[in-house]
């Protein structure tokens, strides 16, 4: 059995890098040194950025956005357009397309998309919560901002079931995103034109 090269402390840093996206255990040990390597420029801010996130992060109950409010920065502007709800997969996408600063719309984040394969249901995303909001006077256009993905489409065709019956449009985003592409990996100008080309959906 292979031992430990650091101590409980150091292994508890690695393995818990070694959960985010995109990181293996080599990956994190080379992330761990370097935040060591590195105490008091990176490693000791690092922890007071995330204690202080840790304390103070919410999740915005109108939108499902991620900020230190609740409503959210972007649903207390009063310079939006509240009757166009921007929905969206996750918190990465709603960033994306505010990077691309196409439309200053309200959005309303799923939590995912439905999926057979991974057993992610309707009643496992904010759905219910999205059909509420479009029902409410003054909201006339739904955008579903989903990937183009076959869950994605699945989840607009769901939604778009669900609010036939109300008074409000739905669109979806255009030209520029690929089949099979998340919005999080776009750039803002093809974000942008997406938005602005939308389509009857």
């Not at 999205?130 to 993905?149: S, Y």
């Not at 065709?157 to 739905?170: A, S």
Request: aromatic share 2%.
């Amino acid at each position: 059995m292979a031992q430990a090269t650091a101590g409980p402390e150091i292994e508890r840093l690695i393995q818990l890098l070694a959960r985010l996206p995109g990181l293996g255990p080599r990956s994190a040990r080379r992330a761990a040194l370097h935040l060591i390597a590195r105490r008091e420029q990176l490693l000791g801010p690092l922890g007071e950025a995330m204690r202080v996130a840790s304390e103070r992060i919410v999740t915005c109950r109108t939108c499902g956005n991620v900020d230190t409010s609740d409503p959210c920065t972007i649903c207390r502007d009063p310079g939006r357009d509240t009757s166009i709800i921007v929905v969206v997969e996750g918190v990465p996408d709603l960033w994306a397309l505010e990077r691309a600063a196409a439309l200053r719309a309200s959005y309303h984040v799923l939590g995912g998309v439905l999926s057979a394969l991974d057993g992610v249901r309707p009643e496992h995303l904010a759905i219910e919560a999205l059909v509420r909001r479009a029902a409410e006077p003054g909201t006339r256009e739904l955008i579903l901002a989903l990937g183009a993905t076959v869950d994605g489409q699945t989840t607009a065709h769901y939604v778009t079931d669900l609010v036939r019956h109300l008074p409000v449009k739905v669109t979806r985003l255009a030209h520029g995103v690929p089949v099979g592409g998340e919005l999080d990996y776009l750039d803002e100008g093809t974000l942008s034109a997406a938005i602005r080309q939308r389509t009857a959906f």
